[in-house]
């Protein structure tokens, strides 16, 4: 702190009148409270600093690592959560993180053994333009707790899936166009079944995967349907109908009803 001038006290005999006395006193208080205001904030921020660079951003601070094809417990079947469970804090706290994960790792879906919290819970949405799905519409976000299909329709389409768990590569997977899902909300109610079509469909199919222990590429007709990124991006040198005719025309983010 800087020093606080000193001034002479009063008397009889001072030249200056005492209201100009009494002012000085308060600039003098009021230098001496600015000095110390200022001391305290540099104090704050620096600190602040510092534990900011322990622990990265307030919204990365509580976003695991994400779990790679291969982790034993990525592909083990997850059991449901029980009402208790989903009641408790630390559950509610990972149901608030998922999205943010979702977000923070550059995903439209992400299940819950994806960054390690081993639970039968996902969430999917788009908000706005994602570079690994160009062409994909915009979706709300959802959360589905203890989530299974009961229902799945006859036909099919096609897709190029990708996966933060398999990172650089793309599979062309077939699933029903349309489900009916169950499920829990976030806080342990049950909902009504849900009805879901199109992309919505697909992604609730790929995160339930998930759930199961189930990852894309185990889900591709053959390897011929499993390609790098690296090759999607460079599509305009594929072969003609190369894999097969409706993955050449694909895009990412599309869906398509020939294989």
Avoid at 194 to 211: F, M, P
Wanted: net charge neutral; glycine share 8%.
């Amino acid at each position: 702190l800087a020093p606080t001038p000193l001034l002479p006290s009063a008397s009889a005999s001072d030249p200056l009148p005492r209201s100009m006395f009494a002012l000085m006193k308060l600039l003098q208080l009021a230098f001496s409270s600015k000095c110390l205001l200022s001391f305290i904030r540099r104090r704050a921020a620096r600190a602040r600093i510092v534990k900011m660079s322990a622990i990265g951003s307030p919204d990365e601070a509580d976003v695991p690592s994400l779990r790679y094809l291969g982790d034993e417990r990525l592909m083990r079947r997850q059991r449901d959560a029980t009402v208790e469970e989903i009641e408790s804090d630390e559950f509610q706290s990972s149901l608030r993180m998922l999205p943010r994960a979702m977000s923070r790792h550059g995903g439209i879906g992400i299940a819950g053994p994806q960054v390690g919290w081993w639970a039968r819970v996902f969430c999917f949405g788009i908000e706005g333009p994602n570079p690994r799905y160009p062409n994909a519409d915009e979706l709300p976000l959802r959360v589905y707790v203890n989530p299974a299909i009961t229902w799945s329709s006859e036909e099919t389409n096609w897709m190029w899936e990708g996966c933060l768990s398999v990172p650089g590569m793309r599979g062309w997977v077939e699933r029903p166009r349309e489900v009916r899902m169950t499920s829990l909300d976030e806080r342990g109610k049950a909902r009504g079944e849900e009805h879901l079509t199109g992309l919505a469909a697909r992604i609730a199919q790929h995160e339930l995967d998930h759930l199961d222990g189930v990852l894309f590429p185990h889900r591709v007709p053959s390897r011929d349907y499993l390609v790098p990124q690296a090759s999607i991006e460079q599509r305009g040198s594929w072969a003609e109908d190369w894999p097969s005719p409706g993955s050449y025309k694909t895009m990412l983010g599309d869906l398509c009803d020939e294989r």
